[in-house]
């Protein structure tokens, strides 16, 4: 079931904490692009970051690649996307909304007198879908002629696969192996929303793993759970988390198998990650479009074959949504309201606070040395404005796991107090130890 109220709260603390904000507001905003603030892109950095530890530097089976967003027309032509890239567009003639020709909302049929708009309840003034393709279309050099259409990516995914036999050569992998890429990808969506979930302007993190032909299903059954693992342990509760598996008449055309990852965001379950196998699909049609062979000969069998491919696809933005979902909770302390994010330490935007009692008696110099002694190592921030209970409940709206308060004993004895987020227990510990201190609790 939808909750709403959770949604807008969330929304409101992400522009009020610097997390997200919409994108070109000043002048009304751009519909369904969004800014990423100075704790926002932290977050979706340590998401990426963690991810390429995950999947190319803890793995010697796996290289990674950053193929450029404009590529040759004809990829798209061979991808299917220029013919088949397309979702049903219907135009209120009335409100002159525009919704998807699919939408559950509309109630008839549009282009016939029994369509109702979902919007204005208006009857018989939906228009009949017509085919609406999703690729942005842009031009390249001066001249804005048919010759110079060029596109921006709707995937990642096809810089891999032109560049597989690159990869392979140069980086001397044998089949299995993979190739990793986090890219931005653009799509003109229809009806985009839910905050951040849908967009027209997105970041992927994909990898695509090229297998022998008999051994895809083994690899694919293989890289599910291990996608479905690598989210658990980003601290994601196992209940709302589960996968959906693609019946007959929802496989992409390309696909022999595939399943989501979803995600019970506060709008309802939903998919931010895919495991597909593609088998040969990409790169045959990749070979016949360019007339370049695109076979890997397997010494070992001596024999040249096609490699399938089982493809793992997440969005960066879509898994920022669900650990941020997740992790906002609201709950009553000494009888106040507090919000907090319970991010796994690691991925928090910042690790820790360090705050001064008060702003007298030599603690904020301390702060200060100690602030600029863990910089260095760590994504900290300083803070003495304001009531040190107000402060406290900042750092917990900003998901920050640990704050290091400096009082008139830190001034005596050299030793700090260091709050923790979710429990609120405070540790005494000397000032010399805060970094190792942190080093146990935010390295996983």
Not at 285 to 301: I, T
Request: charged content about 30%.
């Amino acid at each position: 079931m939808a909750n709403t109220d959770r949604m807008e709260k969330l929304v409101s603390l992400c522009k009020r904490r610097g997390f997200i904000f919409q994108s070109s507001e000043i002048y009304g905003g751009l519909g369904s692009v969004w800014d990423y603030g100075p704790l926002g892109v932290e977050l979706k950095k340590n998401l990426k970051d963690r991810w390429w530890r995950a999947m190319v530097h803890a793995r010697d089976d796996i290289e990674g690649l950053d193929a450029g967003i404009l590529m040759h027309p004809r990829v798209w032509e061979a991808s299917g996307h220029l013919a088949g890239f397309t979702d049903p567009l219907v135009d209120c003639k009335q409100c002159k909304q525009r919704f998807r020709g699919d939408d559950p909302r509309i109630r008839g049929t549009p282009g016939q007198p029994d369509a109702q708009c979902p919007v204005c309840g208006t009857k018989g003034m939906l228009t009949a879908p017509r085919m609406f393709n999703l690729m942005f279309k842009t031009f390249m050099g001066p001249v804005e002629e048919d010759a110079a259409v060029v596109y921006m990516r709707p995937e990642t995914a096809q810089g891999i696969y032109v560049n597989y036999l690159n990869v392979q050569q140069a980086s001397r992998q044998k089949i299995p192996f993979g190739i990793a890429q986090i890219g931005k990808a653009f799509r003109n969506e229809i009806t985009p929303g839910n905050f951040i979930f849908r967009t027209r302007e997105f970041e992927q993190m994909e990898m695509q793993f090229f297998v022998r032909p008999g051994t895809d299903e083994a690899w694919f059954e293989f890289w599910r759970h291990e996608r479905m693992g690598w989210h658990e342990r980003l601290g994601i509760r196992k209940e709302r988390l589960r996968f959906h598996q693609h019946g007959t008449d929802e496989l992409a055309h390309y696909a022999k198998a595939a399943y989501d990852i979803e995600y019970e965001f506060p709008f309802g379950w939903n998919e931010f990650e895919g495991i597909h196998n593609r088998t040969d699909f990409d790169l045959s049609r990749h070979q016949q479009f360019s007339g370049k062979k695109l076979e890997y000969f397997d010494q070992e069998r001596n024999e040249r074959y096609l490699p399938y491919v089982v493809e793992t696809s997440v969005g960066a933005d879509r898994t920022a949504l669900a650990v941020l979902c997740d992790a906002y909770h609201e709950e009553e302390v000494a009888g106040e309201n507090r919000v907090v994010l319970r991010f796994l330490p690691s991925i928090a935007p910042i690790k820790a606070a360090v705050l001064p009692l008060v702003n007298r008696d030599g603690m904020p110099e301390v702060a200060k040395r100690i602030h600029d002694d863990l910089r260095g190592r760590y994504t900290v921030f300083y803070d003495d404005g304001g009531s040190i209970g107000r402060r406290y409940r900042r750092q917990d709206e900003a998901g920050t796991p640990f704050a290091v308060t400096v009082d008139g004993q830190t001034t005596q004895d050299g030793t700090v107090t260091v709050r923790h987020r979710d429990t609120l227990v405070q540790d005494r510990i000397g000032a010399g130890a805060i970094a190792g201190y942190l080093a146990e609790r935010v390295a996983t």
